[in-house]
């Protein structure tokens, strides 16, 4: 008899900075929303496990989504975006996710972002902390540069092959070959905006020195990065959260840049041991 998975997948349009998308996302489960957000030139496929976890969405609407341009979901549907360098900015990351939590009329959710969405968490807690239960960045800090580099799209390179190197040194080595060879895959469908994405991340995104501005009584923020991944080390993600009152650091051991789709087993209990830090909080 065939397995057929309850996660369910549809489309909604958005208008976000007067372009219009046409974005994917999965879901499962019931209760508060819990939206989540893929690595950059990734898709929702990286949150598969979560999608499908009992233990979860018995508790949490989970929602994953694609991001414009990634997945799925397509480039702006009423612009020439071919004629244009994609290069995303912190203001228009912003945008996008609250037009599509808009979208689906979310009351309150909670945020949980990896890697540039981690860094894109941090502007939400910053920027509508009113707008969201409470946010959980993965793998971010406050500053990442140096990432913004022509040969992620040189034309004597191969882009997904140079993607998949960095994304495979960035993996703890004890995680399952299986899991760490579809992450990898997931990264080289997505070479294309993989230069895009880290314009944010390493040129737009720069919340030094502004970081004492986030009000955790508003929106609770617990940061998480995984004790193997050398593009944003446990050390880097705890002095950024140490900059914010109120903020919980959690270091995920034997877990690289990709937690949740690398070694969810490991990952599970981290995540939830966030959540029961945020209701903790919020029932203060």
């Not at 690595?39 to 414009?68: G, K």
């Not at 004597?156 to 579809?182: F, I, K, Y």
């Amino acid at each position: 008899m065939a397995k057929i998975s309850p996660v369910i997948g549809r489309y909604v349009t958005i208008d976000v900075d007067d372009l219009e998308y046409r974005v994917f996302w999965l879901e499962n489960g019931d209760g508060p929303p819990l939206v989540c957000h893929h690595t950059a030139a990734t898709h929702n496929h990286q949150w598969r496990h979560l999608l499908e976890d009992e233990d979860f969405t018995s508790r949490y609407r989970i929602i994953a989504y694609d991001m414009a341009r990634h997945g799925k979901s397509d480039p702006p549907r009423n612009a020439e975006w071919w004629k244009e360098d994609y290069r995303l900015t912190a203001d228009h990351f912003v945008n996008f996710v609250t037009a599509f939590c808009d979208a689906l009329e979310l009351d309150q959710p909670t945020f949980l972002g990896s890697s540039f969405s981690g860094c894109v968490a941090l502007h939400l807690a910053l920027r509508c902390p009113e707008r969201f239960r409470a946010i959980i960045p993965l793998q971010a800090a406050d500053y990442a540069p140096g990432w913004w580099l022509d040969w992620w799209r040189h034309p004597h390179t191969n882009g997904a092959q140079v993607c998949s190197s960095g994304v495979w040194d960035m993996m703890a080595p004890m995680s399952p070959d299986d899991e760490r060879w579809l992450t990898l895959w997931y990264h080289m469908q997505g070479a294309e905006v993989l230069k895009g994405d880290l314009h944010f991340y390493s040129m737009d995104h720069d919340l030094r020195g502004r970081l004492h501005e986030i009000d955790t009584a508003k929106c609770p923020l617990v940061m998480m990065t995984g004790s193997y991944d050398f593009l944003t080390p446990p050390e880097v993600t705890r002095a950024t959260a140490e900059q914010v009152e109120g903020c919980e650091f959690i270091e995920m051991k034997n877990l690289g840049h990709f937690p949740m789709s690398e070694n969810y087993p490991l990952f599970k209990p981290y995540l939830a041991q966030a959540l029961e830090i945020i209701d903790r909080k919020l029932a203060t």
